[in-house]
């Protein structure tokens, strides 16, 4: 294979703007694949472009399908800093029934459960929207969203769809448990913290569809808000337009954005979840309510930190800091209040 045919599978992979199989870019670059040496044609065309820095091989376990490294986002093969999972150890044990519920209407941004990923079969996906997911145009790679396409050990590029019928091409990014590419249709859509979004199969392969429910804007609502102050992550509320259906508890949305993002660069996550949990839970407080829903305390975190549901809800289970008083509601014991 010459560097002539390298440079007519680069432009066509470009033209294409999606990922192509070995078999497809044989037969642009008008290979014989039908006869006898097929098996011996695809090798060499595999080979070269294997050995050809201009691409990379993005396709799901059982397939080899290729796309062009210049086009491909860093975020897919270094994680930004804001879905790093925080150091949070889950557990083993199951948590108290109502938490276990409540896990399961969400789904665990950080389900390492292989069990589970393989197990779910096809079907709709519901997830809400967390701030690290709406910072960089991401959604959590759940065991329900794994389900929905072909195993891949490596990144993926996808395809969504939304009810208009656009084509969102996405990236599966599996040792970061995200799918990426999605910033662009989330500021379009003016989706935020808390949007209640679905995945669902559709029949085309690597493709899969992505809807909202939307809201009339009409009146602002009073929502909470996130901001810093003196290097801690505070809370606010302030009437602002909501243009979509969102979860009532994860409903967070970030005011001091360039805050948000120094917070994000500093070690302030990097601190225990216990620890960050404490320094957190007076601020919602201060909002009016001394107890605060298990929701609202994973989505408030997220601003700190990415951490899953799981882990949130087992510190806030396991602490001597933290009671929970039914409903899904935890107060904070007066030993651990500041003073």
Not at 84 to 112: H, K, V, W
Not at 116 to 133: I, K, S
Not at 230 to 257: C, W
């Amino acid at each position: 294979m010459n560097v002539g045919f390298m440079n007519i599978a680069e432009a066509a992979i470009e033209q294409n703007n999606a990922s192509m199989s070995t078999p497809e870019l044989a037969r642009v670059l008008e290979l014989d694949i039908e006869g006898a040496k097929r098996e011996a044609t695809l090798f060499s065309l595999e080979y070269a472009l294997y050995h050809d820095d201009r691409f990379s091989e993005v396709g799901p376990r059982d397939e080899t399908r290729w796309y062009l490294n210049r086009l491909t986002p860093p975020e897919v093969n270094a994680p930004p800093r804001a879905l790093q999972f925080g150091a949070a150890p889950t557990g083993t044990e199951l948590l108290p029934p109502e938490l276990e519920t409540i896990l399961s209407e969400i789904q665990d941004d950080n389900d390492d459960d292989d069990d589970a990923r393989t197990d779910q079969t096809p079907g709709n996906v519901n997830l809400v929207l967390t701030y690290p997911h709406r910072r960089v145009g991401s959604l959590p790679f759940t065991a329900g969203a794994r389900a929905l396409f072909p195993a891949a050990d490596k990144p993926t590029l996808i395809t969504l769809v939304d009810e208009a019928g656009a084509h969102i091409p996405a990236w599966l990014v599996p040792d970061g448990n995200y799918v990426f590419g999605l910033k662009t249709w989330f500021d379009r859509n003016k989706l935020n913290v808390g949007a209640l979004l679905e995945l669902t199969p559709r029949a085309e392969p690597l493709t899969a569809g992505i809807r909202f429910q939307p809201r009339r804007e009409g009146k602002s609502l009073w929502v909470k808000t996130a901001k810093v102050e003196n290097g801690h992550l505070t809370f606010g509320t302030s009437p602002r337009p909501v243009a979509y259906k969102y979860d009532d508890e994860m409903l967070i949305l970030p005011e001091d954005q360039n805050g948000l993002d120094k917070l994000g660069a500093s070690n302030y996550g990097d601190r225990s979840l216990d620890a960050l949990l404490t320094d957190i839970f007076p601020e919602l407080v201060k909002l009016g309510s001394n107890s605060i829903h298990a929701k609202t305390l994973y989505s408030a975190v997220n601003f700190a930190r990415r951490v899953g549901a799981r882990a949130v809800f087992h510190a806030l289970a396991n602490s001597e800091a933290f009671s929970m008083t039914g409903g899904g509601y935890f107060v904070l014991q007066m030993a651990a209040r500041p003073v």
